[in-house]
């Protein structure tokens, strides 16, 4: 399988949810299309972008149901079903694979803070569990508490269905491990907006987004441009960018990114507790960054 099986460009998804609270699954529709029309090459649904957390697994399943259904072969669509429950991350994956789906994306075990050893007995059991479901891992210590080191990743590499890496631990040493330890169509992905095109000079093939939502286009412009040698071009969108990328991380994602939406009118709705709106002052400086960008 081909390290760029899941694209280039993949949007980590917000989940609409409808004034009451619900889920508003019509607006995850839209939003879905909007986005594979406008730059990404996959979607992940039910990330912590997606704010997995808070929902119920009959949510979960059923979000992935709508959007594979509306998006079709257009994208990939990768479900998030990770779980610091090895046992409810099967199950999750399981069903989640009925639906033909494109992969999952599977976080580090959370909480609990299993050793390395731990950690690849736990993501090796889900894989033998789905062996015909490609595999993304996600390491993001700063949520988990937890990292899924370079030798482990190499380790699970060898595992057939295993096929790439969301590293969002913001250490470029350590992506540029991964990348001299694992087979050289193992994908890596950057796990943050600001640095994907510092990690595409490690051997990264792409992003897994939030900014995407907002400039998907300019984000696989980017990618592009540096695939072409166009070193220059690449970082002068990196540069127009960056502001953007700050401010959608100037507190908790998804926040901002569900605060910008809702600017441009999109109506994705509030976030669940214990995640909330975006303070005043905030909510200011995201705007005159959107209005510079005129996305706004």
Not at 85 to 96: C, D, F, L, N, Y
């Amino acid at each position: 399988m081909s390290g760029e099986y899941f694209g280039r460009v993949i949007t980590a998804m917000v989940t609409p949810f409808a004034e009451d609270g619900s889920v508003d699954y019509r607006v995850a529709e839209k939003l879905a299309n909007h986005l594979v029309e406008n730059g990404s090459d996959g979607l992940v649904i039910c990330g912590t972008t997606g704010e997995s957390p808070t929902l119920s697994w009959s949510e979960e399943y059923e979000l992935f149901k709508v959007v594979k259904q509306a998006v079709g072969t257009k994208a990939k669509i990768i479900a998030g079903t990770g779980s610091n429950s090895t046992s409810e991350a099967i199950a999750a994956t399981q069903k989640a694979a009925k639906l033909d789906l494109d992969g999952s994306l599977q976080v580090v075990p959370y909480y609990n803070k299993p050793p390395q050893a731990g950690q690849y007995q736990h993501f090796k059991a889900i894989a033998q569990a789905c062996p015909d479901l490609p595999m993304m891992l996600y390491n993001v210590p700063g949520r988990t508490s937890s990292n899924l080191e370079p030798e482990t990743v190499a380790n699970l590499a060898q595992i057939a269905n295993i096929v790439a890496i969301k590293e969002a631990s913001g250490n470029l040493e350590q992506a540029c491990k991964i990348k001299c330890l694992t087979p050289a169509n193992f994908a890596i992905y950057s796990g943050e907006d600001a640095l994907a095109l510092p990690m595409m000079t490690v051997g990264s093939v792409g992003v897994v987004s939030v900014a995407s939502h907002l400039v998907g286009k300019q984000m696989q412009s980017m990618i592009q441009a540096f695939n072409q040698g166009n070193n220059q071009q690449a970082t002068k969108i990196q540069m127009e960018l960056f502001p953007l990328f700050q401010a959608l991380f100037m507190t908790t994602s998804p926040i901002p990114v569900k605060a910008a939406l809702n600017l441009q009118g999109w109506k994705v709705g509030n976030l669940r507790t214990p995640l909330c709106e975006l303070q005043l002052d905030l909510l200011e400086s995201l705007k005159i960054v959107l209005k510079e960008l005129n996305l706004v």
